[in-house]
């Protein structure tokens, strides 16, 4: 069901992102509009009229749009097209029959433009959604029109009255950049290599929406870029604001930290066992020299795995060695982020035996702290391999469940793909609309998080991945990165941990992404500090006998 053409003529909305007026349906995102896979489509919201656009990045020649409709539910539709994404051409209009259940309907014309706009103007069946399984126009660059791309365009709170904006760009010769905010121009750059600019002219508790766009020196326009930021009003809770956290005190929050096993998790040395000696207990003052903001402890939640439980002790016990040691790391300053590690790389049935467990554990985690802004919940570590739609499942309703209990404090959500987030094995990312959009435009203030150990070992991917994730409205945190001093490797591959790490160290601050190191007490030796016996960090004076990682992260906030 492929298309072909003559020589040079390829389907050039291939792989790229429509945007949606009516939004989608949970799994059914505009990913699927172009991803080559006739058994998936996309699904709006019930909205008619509706509107799909894209922008293709640049001029091309096109010659035949062919979209492959779902039964029952758009009838009419109009094909447009336009160099500017402002004004624009009328090339086709069409009706479905109705009936099919993939009604192919192509449409030939020619036409030199840069966006196409379906809009969807009438329906079947008003109870449903707009539906279209694929999406392909035939096309060659035209490479006599000028064309560029503004890509990477940030809105950031730098304070309570000041937002910085950031973008790169790529193309032919500029002569300005507009920058509009709520859709007033606010300023109009002539230094056309400038690639920032402050707002000084915001105010606490208001939501802005910037848009930026480029004239070209021939007479034609750019894309046009957009972000919003929040100017939160320093409530005294943290909030998730697009990819940034914003804290307590209005201004913005990074995560930097360092993962913790607890008594009966990640507390062992190379000869094995559980060892008191490893325990965080009492140490919470050994973390305040390395300047951490950020605590996550490592607990194992249910009975059906080895951990404190299954040493004999009573839920009731367990409880209460969850809340002494939360207590005594937020007592030292830190935010605290408690986490259930029963799931690692596997899931347990919604509604079956461990994940009740986790979900009481946490039912009375969120209780508890329900008025502490400064524990934030992270579910389970790294639930599901490559399910997709099992990993929005075992997230969703328990979020409703805590969110009805402590509405405030932020949740953390571990990545899919053994929280890597790699699109292994058909596995959806977290950025796309059926994903961690989903869930974040369901529940908010959620941040997610990225272990990155093989899936983006160099500063493109790395960076690629962040612009996706911040694109789609979400916030990234490297709740684990890591490598050992022996040579063995999560994933079998320590050169992999390494490289990932340092494109971690080297390129998420400046991406607004926090980083937590795995680990601080357990005898993997992922070890901050040199010892024969992968010694916690706390066994030598703060930043001495540093390991080359302990190096790296003693210099993140030093």
């Not at 969850?322 to 605290?336: C, Q």
């Amino acid at each position: 069901m492929r298309m072909h053409g003559s020589a040079g003529i390829a389907n050039i909305v291939s792989g790229k992102q429509f945007v949606s007026s009516a939004g989608s349906g949970g799994g059914f995102g505009v990913e699927h509009l172009t991803d080559g896979n006739y058994n998936t489509r996309w699904i709006s919201q019930v909205q008619s009229p509706a509107t799909l656009t894209v922008d293709l990045n640049g001029v091309y020649n096109i010659s035949l749009a062919r979209i492959i409709w779902s039964a029952d539910t758009t009838k009419d539709y109009t094909i447009e097209t336009s160099l500017d994404g402002t004004n624009w051409i009328s090339q086709a209009n069409g009706t479905t029959d109705g009936t099919s259940s993939a009604q192919t309907i192509e449409h030939p014309f020619n036409a030199t433009a840069r966006h196409i706009r379906i809009t969807m103007t009438s329906m079947h069946n008003a109870a449903y959604g707009n539906s279209i399984w694929e999406i392909e126009v035939m096309g060659t660059p035209d490479t006599g029109q000028a064309s560029g791309t503004i890509y990477d365009f940030k809105a950031k709170k730098l304070s309570n009255s000041l937002v910085e904006l950031t973008w790169q760009y790529s193309g032919d010769p500029l002569s300005s950049f507009t920058i509009q905010r709520d859709g007033t121009t606010i300023t109009t750059i002539t230094d056309t290599p400038q690639r920032s600019y402050q707002d000084a002219t915001v105010a606490l508790g208001s939501t802005y929406n910037y848009t930026i766009s480029g004239q070209l020196q021939s007479g034609g326009t750019t894309n046009t870029a957009a972000d919003s930021v929040t100017i939160a009003d320093g409530s005294g809770l943290f909030q998730v604001s697009g990819r940034v956290i914003i804290g307590p005190d209005g201004q913005p929050f990074l995560p930097i930290g360092i993962n913790f096993g607890t008594n009966g998790f990640c507390c062992g040395d190379p000869s094995g066992g559980n060892k008191p000696a490893r325990f965080p207990d009492g140490h919470s003052g050994d973390c305040i020299p390395w300047n951490w903001n950020t605590v996550r402890l490592c607990f194992i939640a249910s009975d059906q795995v080895w951990g404190y439980r299954q040493q004999g002790h009573s839920y009731g016990q367990f409880l209460d060695y969850t809340f002494s040691l939360v207590d005594e790391y937020l007592a030292a300053g830190f935010v605290v982020w408690p986490e259930a590690h029963d799931f690692t790389v596997h899931s347990a049935p919604v509604g079956g035996t461990q994940y009740n467990q986790c979900r009481q554990w946490w039912l009375d985690v969120a209780d508890h702290y329900k008025d502490s802004p400064y524990v934030w919940f992270n579910l389970f570590n790294e639930p599901v391999w490559v399910n997709s739609q099992e990993w929005v499942d075992i997230h969703d309703n328990l979020i409703s469940e805590i969110r009805a209990i402590a509405p405030n404090n932020i949740i953390v959500l571990d990545t899919i793909n053994a929280g890597q987030d790699g699109g292994w094995y058909g596995a959806k990312f977290t950025y796309e609309d059926s994903q961690g959009v989903y869930l974040q435009e369901k529940h908010g203030n959620l941040v997610f998080s990225q272990h990155n150990y093989t899936a983006y070992q160099d500063k493109t991917s790395l960076e690629t991945y962040y612009n996706n994730m911040h694109n789609a409205g979400l916030c990234l945190v490297h709740g684990e990165i890591g490598y050992s001093t022996n040579g063995s490797g999560t994933g079998s591959d320590h050169a992999a941990n390494i490289a990932c790490a340092n494109a971690a160290f080297d390129n998420a601050f400046a991406n607004d992404v926090g980083i937590v190191w795995w680990n601080g007490n357990h005898g993997d030796y992922y070890q901050l500090t040199n010892s024969s016996n992968s010694d916690p960090f706390w066994t030598s004076a703060p930043g001495t006998n540093l390991t080359e990682a302990g190096t790296r992260v003693w210099s993140l906030s030093h």
